[in-house]
C-alpha cells in the first residue's frame, strides 16, 4: 500500500516550457486534490476533483489545467510554465474528513 | 468565510522545554473538522490529528497534546518536553465537515525549532 505517490519528485523548466504532474493513490478515495505550497503562504488550493471525470478549480487555478481519468489518477498540467509557478506541489486524497499527502514535486521554472 | 491563524511565525526552544503552537479559526460552518499536520526539513506533509467540531474533548497522545475551545475557536497544540526530532513546520487546517470534497484551509504555518 504506498498511499498517495506524485512523479517526477523534482523538475526543472524554461519559461514556457509544458509539463505535467501525475498524482496516483491505491487508497480508492474518492476525493483528489492539487495544491501548491509557497514560502509564508502555506498550501493554497489549486484544482480538486470529487470523482472520476470531474474536477472544479480551487483559490489559485490560473495557469493549471487536471485531469482525472480515473479514479486512482489526477494528473496537474502547466501548458505555458511560467517563474511565478516556481513552488512545491502536493497532491492530496480523501475519502471523508482527512486528508493524505503525497512527497511533494519540487518544481522550478527558469 | 473561512480562515485559519498561526500567529506564531516562528518558535525557538531548547531541548526538554514545552512550547504551545497557537491556531485561531474561523468559520460559519456549525460542523466542521481541524487537524493538525507537521512537515519536516524533509518536505512531506505528516497528518498528526482531525478534531470534529462537535467533541471539545481535549486529546494527548505521547507528548502531544490539543485543546479545542469552541467558545474562543481555538485549537492549539502542545509539545510536551520537547526534542530536536519536533523541529519542523506546524499547520493547522480547518473544512467544513458537511460539504463531500471540500479542500482543507491551511494556516500559514509555525516553524518550530528544537535545539539540544
Known amino acids: 500500500n504506498a498511499g498517495v505517490t506524485q512523479t517526477p519528485k523534482f523538475r526543472v523548466l524554461k519559461t514556457g516550457q509544458s509539463m505535467t504532474l501525475l498524482c496516483a493513490q491505491d487508497?480508492?478515495?474518492?476525493?483528489m486534490y492539487w495544491y501548491r505550497q509557497d514560502p509564508g503562504m502555506g498550501l493554497r488550493l489549486i484544482h480538486y476533483?470529487?470523482?472520476?471525470?470531474?474536477?472544479a478549480k480551487g483559490e489559485v487555478p490560473d495557469g493549471y489545467n487536471v485531469s482525472r481519468l480515473k479514479k486512482q489518477n489526477f494528473l496537474l498540467g502547466l501548458e505555458s510554465a511560467a517563474p511565478s509557478q516556481t513552488s512545491v506541489y502536493f497532491c492530496?486524497?480523501?475519502?471523508?474528513?482527512?486528508?493524505?499527502f503525497g512527497p511533494g514535486t519540487r518544481l522550478l521554472v527558469l | 468565510a473561512q480562515k485559519v491563524t498561526q500567529a506564531q511565525t516562528e518558535i525557538s526552544v531548547v531541548e526538554k522545554e514545552d512550547v504551545t503552537l497557537d491556531c485561531v479559526y474561523e468559520?460559519?460552518?456549525?460542523?466542521?473538522?481541524l487537524f493538525w499536520y507537521k512537515q519536516p526539513p524533509s518536505g512531506e506533509l505528516v497528518f498528526l490529528i482531525r478534531?470534529?467540531?462537535?467533541?471539545?474533548q481535549n486529546e494527548i497522545s505521547g507528548r502531544y497534546s490539543w485543546n479545542f475551545q469552541k467558545s474562543t475557536s481555538s485549537f492549539n497544540f502542545t509539545i510536551t518536553a520537547s526534542q530536536v526530532v519536533d523541529s519542523a513546520v506546524y499547520f493547522c487546517?480547518?473544512?467544513?465537515?458537511?460539504?463531500?470534497?471540500?479542500?482543507?484551509?491551511f494556516g500559514k504555518g509555525t516553524t518550530l525549532s528544537v535545539s539540544s
Open positions: 478534531r470534529n467540531s462537535f467533541d471539545e
Open positions: 487546517a480547518l473544512t467544513p465537515a458537511n460539504q463531500a470534497g471540500t479542500a482543507l484551509i
Open positions: 476533483s470529487v470523482g472520476e471525470g470531474t474536477t
Open positions: 487508497m480508492n478515495h474518492e476525493y
Open positions: 468559520t460559519r460552518d456549525t460542523t466542521y473538522y
Open positions: 492530496a486524497s480523501s475519502y471523508s474528513g482527512a486528508q493524505y
